[in-house]
């Protein structure tokens, strides 16, 4: 009989449950919506290692086709680059970042209180002196990025005809030149094969907080597990280990820049590996504006480098770092389209959508540098924001620009390099 009540108990609190979750909000009874049991869904596609595509394919499915508009458990979902602008360009008054104050007590304890997660009067100073410093620094940057370039070359030496993991290497190359250009400090990533036990006690944060478990339910990094243990010791550790190097840049850096640098490189030379002809044209404009011997380019030559910096534009299009991005909470309701979003309504922009949106693009699912030559280019300018835009887009966009043309530039003069790889895709490397 006990057990009769319990389990009958359990029940009702389940379909409670389900039924709480699963019911649309008010006010937006006229957005598709992806209930609680479709979340399920997607979280088992996340669960089976599909890729990005393939999650909004299924998203896709769920809502019945392409919507500029849609709301999932985690918020309203904004598909269109004039819905984008309108939310981007909102002043403080009326959508607020959402980071600033989380529940989520794994995300804060990491996160802390850096630029990208302040609001108000602290984000305004913050950003202006981060502007100004990153403004005058990047004048030297090409100069720090190429020595640590040609560091890798010599790294990558004695394996020269020899495959050779992209990915590692421009992680590599990455973090040296977030160490260099913002603590002056060398991280020995280019000195031995092995992985230096602050990028994999990082690689390990990151795993944990990307977990879409802990998304979902966010209740589970409070409990007493050994899991949350050993998560909050690697922050101690990651946080101490950076302390070690210099206390007071500590919150400066948004923690996670150098992995977006890396991705977008990786894509870059993958997809220069896949079409030669790229690769041949992107190698004659290298040589005729460089020359032909192994050297760091300066400012005004990366300035010439169009086709580079076209297949630079096309992968962060294709492939953008950040493929949801600008979670903001609404102080006052906005009008969107036909929409009226209410206020305390949660909203965020799906880049990965709009970059491939075929209003805006011309068969979107083909990588074609050449659609960013064209001087007549009438596109949406919300229609490609990897960098988001408004007055929260990226700091650090001036310095990655820079950081990807000198690598790609300088691999270039370096040889010509070939896929190697049997059955990696650009989705893989995305998805890594
Ligand atoms: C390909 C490389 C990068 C991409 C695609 C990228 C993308 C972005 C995006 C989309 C945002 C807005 C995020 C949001 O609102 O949700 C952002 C903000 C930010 N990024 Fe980047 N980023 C890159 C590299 C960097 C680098 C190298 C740095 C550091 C030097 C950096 C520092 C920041 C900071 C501090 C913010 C917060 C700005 C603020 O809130 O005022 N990013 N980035």
């Known amino acids: 009989?006990?057990?009769?009540?319990?389990?009958?108990?359990t029940f009702g609190f389940i379909i409670n449950f389900i039924r709480?979750?699963?019911?649309?909000?008010?006010?937006?009874?006229?957005?598709?919506?992806?209930?609680?049991?479709?979340?399920?869904?997607?979280?088992?596609?996340?669960?089976?290692?599909?890729?990005?595509?393939?999650?909004?394919?299924?998203?896709?499915?769920?809502?019945?086709?392409?919507?500029?508009?849609?709301?999932?458990?985690?918020?309203?979902?904004?598909?269109?680059?004039?819905?984008?602008?309108?939310?981007?360009?909102e002043s403080e008054d009326v959508a607020i970042k959402y980071y600033s104050k989380t529940d989520n007590v794994f995300f804060d304890k990491f996160?802390?209180?850096?630029?990208?997660?302040?609001?108000?009067?602290?984000?305004?100073?913050?950003r202006k002196l981060a502007d100004s410093a990153l403004n005058l620094a990047s004048h030297q940057y090409p100069e720090v990025v190429g020595e640590i370039t040609m560091d890798l070359f010599t790294f990558m030496n004695p394996n020269l005809n020899r495959p050779i993991?992209?990915?590692?290497?421009?992680?590599?190359?990455?973090?040296?030149?977030?160490?260099?250009?913002?603590?002056?400090?060398?991280?020995?990533?280019?000195e031995s094969q092995e992985v230096p036990r602050l990028i994999s006690v990082y690689d390990y944060i990151v795993s944990v907080l990307?977990?879409?478990?802990?998304?979902?339910?966010?209740?589970?990094?409070?409990?007493?597990?050994?899991?949350?243990?050993?998560?909050?010791?690697?922050?101690?550790?990651?946080?101490?280990?950076?302390?070690?190097?210099?206390?007071?840049?500590?919150?400066?850096?948004?923690?996670?820049?150098?992995?977006?640098?890396?991705?977008?490189?990786?894509?870059?030379?993958?997809f220069l590996a896949k079409y030669p002809e790229m690769q041949e044209k992107a190698r004659a404009e290298v040589i005729r504006i460089l020359g032909n011997e192994p050297i760091?380019?300066?400012?005004?030559?990366?300035?010439?480098?169009?086709?580079?910096?076209?297949?630079?534009?096309?992968?962060?299009?294709?492939?953008p770092p950040t493929p949801i991005l600008t979670v903001r909470r609404?102080?006052?309701?906005?009008?969107?389209?036909?929409?009226?979003?209410?206020?305390?309504?949660?909203?965020?922009?799906?880049?990965?959508?709009?970059?491939?949106?075929?209003?805006?693009?011309?068969?979107?699912?083909q990588y074609n540098p050449e659609r960013f030559l064209s001087s007549d280019e009438k596109r949406d300018k919300f229609a490609w924001i990897p960098f988001s835009a408004g007055p929260r887009n990226c700091v650090g966009q001036n310095l990655t620009l820079l950081q990807q043309r000198v690598v790609l530039s300088m691999f270039h003069l370096h040889g010509a390099f070939v896929d190697h790889t049997v059955g990696l895709t650009a989705e893989k490397i995305f998805d890594m």
């Open 111 to 126: 996160f802390g209180c850096g630029l990208s997660l302040t609001n108000g009067d602290k984000w305004r100073s913050t």
């Open 20 to 89: 709480k979750f699963n019911k649309k909000p008010e006010g937006l009874e006229n957005i598709p919506y992806i209930s609680f049991i479709s979340l399920l869904k997607i979280l088992w596609a996340y669960f089976q290692q599909k890729n990005y595509d393939e999650v909004e394919d299924l998203v896709q499915e769920l809502i019945g086709g392409h919507h500029d508009i849609y709301l999932s458990q985690f918020g309203i979902v904004l598909n269109n680059p004039e819905y984008a602008k309108i939310l981007l360009t």
């Open 210 to 270: 990307g977990s879409p478990f802990r998304l979902v339910f966010p209740w589970i990094s409070e409990l007493p597990l050994e899991s949350n243990k050993k998560y909050l010791d690697a922050i101690k550790e990651f946080d101490g280990f950076i302390n070690d190097i210099i206390e007071t840049k500590r919150n400066e850096m948004k923690k996670d820049s150098y992995n977006a640098t890396t991705t977008a490189l990786s894509v870059s030379l993958y």
């Open 330 to 365: 609404l102080k006052k309701p906005i009008k969107v389209g036909s929409y009226i979003l209410p206020i305390n309504s949660t909203c965020m922009i799906n880049t990965w959508k709009i970059h491939r949106d075929p209003k805006y693009w011309e068969n979107p699912n």
């Open 165 to 190: 993991n992209i990915i590692e290497s421009m992680r590599r190359i990455s973090i040296e030149a977030l160490g260099k250009f913002a603590f002056g400090y060398k991280f020995g990533c280019l």
């Open 1 to 9: 009989m006990f057990a009769l009540i319990f389990f009958a108990i």
């Open 296 to 319: 760091i380019p300066s400012l005004d030559q990366l300035k010439e480098l169009k086709y580079v910096n076209a297949i630079i534009k096309e992968t962060l299009r294709t492939h």
